[in-house]
């Protein structure tokens, strides 16, 4: 139980740290991709603006506007040397490779010349740009007074395009500036593959210290439920002597009772009976506790069903008979790898609870069959089944339903045991039940 309680834990707090990561990773790829995005549209937009100045053109307001920015925020990171200083100011490196780099936006950017069907009239460029004239930008951009898009290459990389209409009457009719973003798209890969690393290498330094922080987080909780174990097994082996003294005691005084004494006969009947009921709940606590500490020694073999059940059949039809109640075994083929003694406890406890539930008259099948890698068996009964509200809760320690409740009937600790020996046996058992039709119990076992 705790195991499995360090487990969520750790993977709670490891989910959480590489959800952290993942949120700071995309973030950053996010923000340094706006960034890129940002600085070249704004190159552009001022490159334009030059290119406007160069053949006489009136200048757009935005490209006014985006040509004082650039300007501004260059002079901010690279204010302006006084002559009388140039010569004589000592240069920082970083600083000038910084200047080079933010200029360097500028050289990137690649001019073509065309006319109003998008053909070119001259290129300036003193290298081949990375792809001809786009035609359906010139159009859009004579259309709608400019065009800023991103063109995407047959090589994957991709390109920058802005585009502007000339409003000069002569000369040619439009402007296209580019600029390739395969460096931006470089080092963008390269942060992811850098975070990727960074993340996995974190998400396993995490797991380690979530590891031993949920060891630390559940040690106390651990310390008191050994506690509780230590204790519930001490005290049932004590209690188990004064239990079969009182039922000892009582049947020894009932066999010497007269007759006429009738009122007393019952009373100590019903004691006979509490005694027998205390002394089984001891023994279930025990049986839990043995189970909880993995102290319960289990010797499992090939058991073969179709030995296995109708000698349980033969053994229970008498307490079925006395509820009456048909049971029959439609099938038992297949088998299991299990302890005999605790299987037989398991099927014991669902078929008990199918006769108490399964009012005179009803039914009560058992069937196995084997399923891939294990055996299926199932108990379904037609009792009155299991409240909806109660399905759920039908493997928790001493709950019971309010028709038990109401009745007195069970102590909420069959099916906790039955789940406990399957999980033991690693197996596993289901419930599922229709309310008002009956309820069937699935075992599932390795194959033996």
Known sequence: MF????????GLYTG???LLMLILTLSTYSLLGQYFQHTTDLGLQHKMAHEFRLLGAPLPPELAAADRDWVARRAIFFPPREDSDAMHAVHDPATDYA???YDGELSAIFVLILDREGNLVYDPNPITPPLA???AAVAAALAHGSDLRTIQLSNGSAVRLLTYPLSRPDGPAVLQLGRALLDQQRILRQLVVILSVIGVAGAVVVGGVSWWLAGRAIRPAQEAWHRQQIFVANASHELRTPLALIRVTSEAVLRRLPAETTRLHELLTDLVAASDHATQLVADLLLLSR??????????TPLALAEFLPTLMRQTMPLAEAHGITLHCTGAAGCVHADADRLRQVLLIV???AFRYTPAGGQVQVHAVPVGAHVQITVTDTGRGIAPEDLPHVFERFYRGAHARAQGEGSGLGLPIAQSLMHAMRGEIRVTSTYGHGTTVTLRLPSG
Do not use: G, Y
């Open 133 to 135: 004239p786009d035609r």
């Open 16 to 18: 959480a740290a590489v």
């Open 3 to 10: 195991s499995a309680l360090r487990w969520q834990l750790t």
């Open 99 to 101: 200047e080079e780099f």
């Open 351 to 353: 078929l008990e609870n």
């Open 291 to 300: 189970l909880d500490t993995k102290r319960l020694v289990l010797t499992c």
